[in-house]
Each structure stands twice: as C-alpha cells, then as structure tokens.
C-alpha cells in the first residue's frame, strides 16, 4: 500500500493509525488482491469502508430503510422497530468508535480482526459476531502478517 491510500484512509476516517500498523501496510509481503488475504486487508476503499463506524451517525437509519411498502416490510423483519436497531447501533458505535476498534481484515464469515488505535505497538484481536466475544490472535501486526501469508501459502498449496 503505497503511503498516499494510507493519508486517504486516515483521512476519510479522521483517525490516526499506530506506525506499526502503517509500516505493515507499506511492506506487507502478501500476494494478489485483498481477496487473496482477507486477514489483512490491504485495499483502502476496503479499509474505509469496513471502519466507515468512525464517520457513521448511529441515528441515521437512512441505510437500512428503503422506500415503499416493501421496504417497510423488509426493515421490520430485518430490524424489528427503529428504536431497536438505533439501540444496536449506538452499542456498537460506543464498542467500536469509542473504543477505537479499527477493523483490519476477517476470516469471510463470522469472525473479524482488529487493532486499537490507542495501543503504540497494537496487538490484533479477533471479534466473533456471533458471541460479541474478542480476543487477541496476534502479539502484534507484524505477527499478523505472518499469519496471514502463512494461511495465504496454505490455501494456495490446496
């Protein structure tokens, strides 16, 4: 990732992110495109996007409603009423956003893996969407890293 998308990340965003972390994105290793290591995501549109909670208003349900009957429909089995996805949101805006979590790449499916801005030297940590548990997976990014051309190595021997 060269260091004018890591300035386009931290800008979109408003955050800063630990060094570590940038050097990592600088110098990764890794092969391919993001999708050939979910781990560590190293595509900034992608970045911004999976943290776009850093400029989200959790108020704002104007994503999740869509115009007409049917849209008013699907919001509800989806959501049930807009009191309650504004409560989910504003949990996850507190967990998230307030506590600096920044998303940096997943397993595809239910498992996600993010840093703390707040931490110099970040471990990485794995947050299960199923049991809103988290954990660290990785001492730190430069760890990570490994991990992720190590999976990336595995799946390309299959």
């Known amino acids: 990732m060269q260091p004018s998308d890591i300035a386009l990340v931290e800008s979109a965003l408003g955050v800063q992110l630990p060094v570590p972390y940038r050097e990592a994105l600088a110098d990764h290793g890794l092969q391919g495109e993001t999708d050939d290591h979910l781990e560590f ?4 549109r992608m970045l911004i996007e999976d943290n776009k909670h850093f400029k ?3 108020e704002d349900l104007s994503e999740y409603r869509k115009p007409g009957v049917l849209g008013a429909v699907r919001f509800f089995l989806s959501f049930g009423s807009g009191k309650r996805l504004r ?5 996850w805006h507190q967990i998230w956003k307030h506590g600096q979590r920044f998303l940096i790449g997943s397993d595809g499916g239910e498992e996600s ?4 801005l707040t931490e110099a030297n970040p471990k990485v940590y794995c947050f299960e969407y ?3 548990r988290a954990y660290p997976v ?3 990014v430069r760890e990570w890293v490994l991990v992720a051309k190590q999976r990336q190595s595995e799946g390309s021997d299959a």
Do not use: C, Q, R, Y
């Open 130 to 132: 199923e049991s809103h």
């Open 138 to 140: 990785a001492e730190s």
């Open 41 to 44: 995501v190293t595509d900034a």
């Open 113 to 116: 893996f993010f840093i703390v």
């Open 87 to 91: 409560k989910n949101l504003h949990e």
């Open 56 to 58: 989200g208003d959790p």
